[in-house]
């Protein structure tokens, strides 16, 4: 028997495994995470447009609500014209109208309603009636038509207001300055 030790290498371990190139599985999750994140925050800007648009047409409703129970010209064309305002202000942010009075004021109504069809327009005496009447008496307002002013700013209000609408505040903006 041969008693001279035998020359055999010592044994090699593997390297350690690395964390890079991750798995196939890691990517997957990771997709599908930024996909979850996207979708949730699509979801709350659709939902938290949604409900600007119900809060404006349930306060619509009772500002009608309240005219048939009261029929005050007066205090109806005050409700619209706030109204009209907080919800341009909601519609367009970014915009300087805060400020707005008079033509100015219904010119960029006319400019930015969405409905063009009906054939109303903010410059006609029903939207003149939206800033004269809530300084005219009781008497004096009789001849304006409450059912055309409502109508006149429920189009505006329910219409779609989009990014063409907000080039078209710039544009009118730009205008007054």
């Known amino acids: 028997m041969n008693t ?3 020359d055999l290498r010592d044994i090699h371990l593997p390297e350690p495994i690395s964390w890079w190139p991750v798995a ?3 990517w997957m999750l990771a997709a599908a995470l930024v996909l979850i994140v996207l979708l949730l925050y699509i979801a709350r800007k659709s939902y938290l447009s949604r409900q600007l648009r119900r809060d404006i047409r349930t306060e619509l409703d009772v500002i009608k609500q309240q005219f048939q129970l009261t029929q005050n010209r007066s205090e109806l064309a005050r409700s619209l014209s706030i109204l009209l305002r907080r919800a341009c202000i909601s519609y367009y942010p970014s915009a300087n109208i805060a400020g707005l009075t008079g033509d100015h004021w219904l010119n960029l109504l006319d400019k930015t309603s969405g409905q063009r069809s009906t054939g109303l327009r903010f ?3 029903i939207g003149h009636s939206l800033i ?3 300084y005219q ?3 004096a307002l009789a001849d304006y038509d409450a059912e055309a002013l409502i109508q006149l700013c429920e189009c505006w209000l329910l219409s ?3 990014k063409k609408s907000q080039s078209r505040i710039s544009q009118t903006m730009a ?3």
């Open 24 to 26: 196939p599985g890691w």
């Open 132 to 134: 004269n009447a809530p």
């Open 123 to 125: 410059q006609s005496e």
């Open 175 to 177: 205008g007054q300055s």
């Open 160 to 162: 779609s207001h989009d």
């Open 4 to 6: 001279e030790p035998l």
């Open 137 to 139: 008496s009781e008497r």
